[in-house]
């Protein structure tokens, strides 16, 4: 069992920044995939950010193309946090955006409904 706490989610204006964190515990193997994925009312949960960790030195990064350039998915392993830097924030970025992990995994994967724990969600509201 893989529980997942976030982190950070705020009220910003447009060309803003904020740092999401997602903290996992309670696991007996550290997942080597985790993602950020966000739902906006309305709308299907999109993948945003995916990070696989092959080894200490060895790993693969994906993005949705519309936050390329833009956000940053980091691992501080030591801290078992994952983390989702957002700079440029624009309103179609505001959504609920979500942690996930999976403990089987070949790399980053963007698709949602391979993983199989979730945290609770934090809101972000970008205003134009």
């Known amino acids: 069992q893989v529980h997942l706490a976030e982190f950070g989610g705020g009220s910003v204006q447009a060309g803003g920044s904020l740092r999401l964190s997602c903290k996992a515990s309670?696991?007996?193997?550290?997942?080597?995939?985790m993602g950020w994925f966000r739902q906006a009312p309305g709308k299907e949960r999109e993948g945003v950010a995916a990070l696989h960790t092959a080894s200490s030195v060895s790993y693969s990064i994906a993005y949705v193309a519309s936050v390329q350039g833009r956000f940053t998915i980091s691992r501080d392993n030591a801290e078992n946090t994952v983390y989702l830097q957002m700079n440029s924030l624009k309103p179609e970025d505001t959504a609920m955006y979500y942690c996930?992990?999976?403990?089987?995994?070949?790399?980053?994967?963007?698709?949602?409904?391979?993983?199989?724990?979730w945290g609770q969600g934090t809101q972000v509201t970008v205003s134009s």
């Open positions: 996930a992990a999976k403990t089987t995994c070949s790399g980053a994967d963007l698709n949602y409904a391979a993983y199989n724990y």
């Open positions: 309670g696991y007996t193997y550290r997942p080597n995939c």
